[in-house]
């Protein structure tokens, strides 16, 4: 089972190693290089309407899964204690539906925010 490695940085390299899971509390991010191998830059913002990082102290669990729809190699998979556990590629209607829940998540939270004066940071980074 293929698994990730671990780094935890304050600043995003520009290059990214495969394999490699890069952590970063100072813009609240996690970035890989799709597990597939394809080579495209995976970025995974934490916020409570996208992903959540659970660290052990030696793993990491990312949460929820992650669709690389929008790469040419759609692939589906999970980080579960640092092992990558693939799931079935997504068919066009699923990718729609999920984008839009997840565009009608990230509206809802980030009205929210705006609302107690809190802009994230990591959203204008990732934008
Ligand atoms: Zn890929």
Redesign the pocket.
Known sequence: MKTVRLKFLEQIPEKLEDGVLYISMEYGTVLHN???????EVNTPLSPASWKMEYNGETVTLDPSIG?WS???K?HYWIKNNKVIWCKKWSQSEVNIHRKEEAQDMQIHYSEKKKKGMFARLWNWVR
Do not use: K
């Open positions: 799709c597990c597939c191998g394809c080579g495209s690389n790469f040419p190699c692939s």
